[in-house]
């Protein structure tokens, strides 16, 4: 079956200007996570669902970035007015429950000009 | 104090050494704890998953201290393509719900 498929791969956008980006977790897997990773970072959590609510969104750096995610399924990732430190791999991931494997997409690499 | 923290290396050993990674986190209340490994600009996969007990998976070995809130990977006979980085992940609860929270990662080189 597929894995976990992020959309776009890469994302090229001038300051300023609002990105989504997208996540298909694996059918079935309740959890999900978004992630961010700068170049020779470590993973910064940012947001986790389970099922459609986000009991966590502690780790979402300003009121800039939303997330949501419907019927259990896809999530989108919104970046509004982006700014240059917004530039890194946005990693989503998910799993049949928290305390499962968590499979990962290949990444969104964005970059804000 | 960070949620979970690692050395961040680089640890350059040579084939056939033996090496150890710690890890140690703050949340008394996490339930589960796991080993992931990152190559250069992939996305992380899972390593192994670590038991009360301490576990073995070949040449790999993972234990945990909860009295200490540590665990660690050992990896014997290191191959070249044991080169990555190895990310310690715990599971602190949150609102209820558990989230896997990411150590930076420790780096290994192994050279011939």
């Known amino acids: 079956g597929a894995g976990v498929s992020q959309s776009p791969s890469n994302k090229v956008t001038e300051k300023g200007k609002d990105v989504e980006l997208r996540c298909d977790p694996i059918?079935?897997?309740?959890?999900l996570y978004w992630y961010r990773q700068s170049l020779g970072q470590g993973l910064e959590f940012l947001i986790y669902f389970q099922g459609n609510s986000a009991p966590d969104k502690s780790g979402l750096p300003s009121d800039r970035f939303s997330a949501e995610r419907t019927g259990g399924s896809v999530s989108t990732l919104t970046i509004q007015r982006t700014q240059q430190e917004d530039s890194a791999v946005y990693l989503c991931a998910s799993s049949v429950q928290f305390d499962t494997e968590a499979f990962f997409g290949q990444g969104t690499r964005l970059t804000v000009v | 104090r960070k949620e979970v923290e690692q050395d961040p290396g680089p640890f350059n050993v040579p084939e056939g050494a033996t090496v150890a990674f710690n890890c140690t986190y703050s949340?008394?209340?996490?339930?589960?704890f796991f080993w992931y490994r990152q190559d250069c600009r992939k996305e992380p996969k899972l390593l192994m998953s670590?038991?009360?007990s301490g576990n073995e998976d070949g040449r790999f070995t993972a234990q945990l201290n909860r009295a200490s809130q540590y665990i660690s990977l050992l990896i014997r006979d290191s191959k070249l393509s044991d080169s990555a980085t190895y990310l310690c992940?715990?599971?602190?609860?949150?609102?209820?719900?558990?989230?896997?929270?990411f150590g930076a990662g420790t780096r290994l080189a192994v050279h011939p």
């Open positions: 059918s079935g897997h309740t959890a």
């Open positions: 992940v715990v599971t602190p609860l949150s609102g209820g719900y558990n989230k896997l929270i």
């Open positions: 670590v038991y009360s």
């Open positions: 949340n008394s209340a996490s339930q589960s």
